[in-house]
């Protein structure tokens, strides 16, 4: 996917599946299987969704949402014209003829810019779910039911990093609503049903399979997306993906899209994800996750032969927050994490969503393995929230300069001690401690890794080096322990350090 990326409303990438009036006809991803027959065995057996349909068709809702902006001294661009005929004409006819009244042409004082999507009401005290970017900032909400409805809402929490907003709307009598099911028990190859209001039509279904699980389409930290091939198009975001009992296992999100309509490529975050962030905005009206303070990187095979791990798993701890949960509880740069409060860390992306997950200042076991072996640190999980706040503050000393300064090569880099010329020559700041990079050879497997002139070698097999001669010492003992690559922990001038797993061969 590297020629896709995120957008709202463009064609010819994943996109959001909401637009803008006038800019973008409306969306919100809906799940359906390109030209599915009436027969189709993806059901089970069934011959028709019509009964799923009644049931949970009136607990999804469209959701209009008017954002108002200052535009004082500015012309409005010309809107495209929607004729009588088209299915968007009611949707939009209110905002045209306010522009068209008397010809005006001249800018008001505010400009006024209208989104839809979907959503669905999982209360029936009237609490709404959808996709955070189908609000945005919005002065002005209205949930419209399918059977006309319409009624203003409130937002209780948003949740920009899974892109999730919680509504409430109150009402006289009790709204109908759904119910979350568990995503983690749907398979590759289960039916799936979407509700939703692509381009402004109200109240469409569509039904496609789990195409697959746990897509990661770089949108946020916690990426964990189910893929469908039912019909996602602009309109449908925040509208829910059911499983054949009616449940919600997926809020439709996201496509991926040639055209900017539906070419089988659908995402929906999935219910297990979601209910833990509904759940958070419902009762506080923001997140709490779990912060542990540690930066990571994926584990690939050359750095889990360098560490002796066999196989190439769990999160490899690159940098530990000097005032995070982690420095207390004893976990060190260079520790693999394999296991986090009794779940298996399978690769790095699992640590992020768990960690998440736990509940503030629980006292959770984590399993490492440092130096080949395998150990138990018990950390007091912070949050998130607040760890974002928090400045690190460096309190290391300068490294010593050696008394006689030399040059060498090996692994294609050339190493020199630090001096002060050197120091100010790349901007390295004071405390930061290591063996200068000074040259890389462009056909070595080092500049593939992308290490570059400036940087500093800190650790070689996990082991700290000050020196150029620290350096070839540790290569060659690493080489006689029948080591492939030896892994360098990797500095910047400012201090970012990040583990490189460079071939001795």
């Known amino acids: 996917m590297a020629s896709n990326t995120l957008s709202a409303a463009r064609p010819v990438r994943i996109a959001l599946a909401a637009g803008v009036a006038g800019l973008a006809l409306l969306a919100s991803p809906v799940l359906a299987p390109g030209h599915a027959q009436a027969n189709t065995p993806l059901l089970q057996g069934q011959t028709s969704l019509a009964d799923l349909v009644d049931k ?4 999804v809702v469209n959701i209009a949402a008017v954002t108002t902006n ?9 809107l495209p014209q929607l004729g009588p005929d088209t299915p968007f004409g009611d949707l939009f006819e209110e905002f045209f003829n306010r522009r068209n009244q008397q010809g005006e042409r001249q800018a008001p004082q505010q400009r006024r810019s209208q989104s839809a999507g979907s959503g669905f009401v999982i209360d029936p005290s009237g609490i709404v779910v959808t996709n955070n970017h189908v609000i945005g900032d919005a002065n002005e909400i209205t949930v419209i039911f399918n059977d006309g409805l319409r009624l203003k809402a409130e937002v209780i929490g948003k949740d920009t990093k899974v892109d999730l907003a919680v509504l409430r709307v109150k009402h006289d009598k009790p709204l109908p609503a759904v119910k979350f099911g568990d995503s983690d028990k749907m398979r590759i190859g289960d039916p799936v049903m979407a509700i939703g209001n692509p381009f402004g039509l109200g109240g469409s279904v569509s039904s496609g399979i789990v195409s697959a699980r746990n897509r990661d389409i770089s949108q946020g930290p916690y990426d964990t997306y189910i893929q469908t091939d039912a019909a996602i198009n602009k309109g449908n975001s ?3 993906l059911f499983n054949m009992a009616g449940e919600v296992i997926g809020i439709n999100t996201a496509i991926l899209s ?29 997140t709490r996750r779990g912060w542990l303070g540690v930066r990571i990187q994926t584990v690939d095979d050359a750095t889990a032969e360098a560490l002796g791990l066999g196989t190439a798993r769990g999160a490899l701890v690159a940098g530990v927050d000097e005032k995070g949960p982690a420095k207390p509880a004893g976990l060190e740069t260079g520790d693999v994490i394999v296991k986090f409060d009794g779940k298996d860390v399978k690769d790095s992306r699992d640590l992020p969503r768990i960690v998440a997950a736990t509940p503030v200042g629980k006292d959770v076991p984590i399993a490492i393995i440092r130096k080949g072996k395998e150990e138990t640190k018990t950390v007091k999980l912070g949050r998130l929230e607040d760890g974002e706040k928090v400045q690190s503050a460096s309190a290391n000393k300068p490294a010593a300069e050696p008394a006689k300064p030399s040059v060498t090569t090996a692994l294609g880099l050339e190493f020199s001690p630090q001096t002060d010329e050197l120091r100010k020559r790349y901007t390295i700041k004071d405390g930061v401690k290591g063996v200068v990079i000074t040259k890389v050879d462009a056909n070595s497997n080092a500049a593939d890794k992308r290490i570059l002139v400036g940087e500093l070698i800190v650790e070689v097999g996990q082991e700290p080096v000050n020196a150029p ?7 060659d003992a690493l080489k006689k322990e029948g080591k492939k690559s030896a892994l360098l922990l990797v500095s910047n001038g400012q201090g970012e350090v990040r583990f490189v797993a460079v071939s001795m061969n």
């Open 70 to 78: 200052d535009q004082k001294g500015r012309n409005l661009p010309q």
């Open 258 to 286: 040639p055209t900017g309509g539906s070419v089988g490529i659908g995402f929906a975050v999935p219910s297990t994800l979601a209910t833990n962030v509904v759940d958070q905005l419902k009762e506080f009206g923001e």
């Open 56 to 59: 949970v068709m009136p607990a």
């Open 238 to 240: 925040g509208g829910p």
């Open 469 to 475: 001669q620290d350096v070839t010492k540790r290569l």
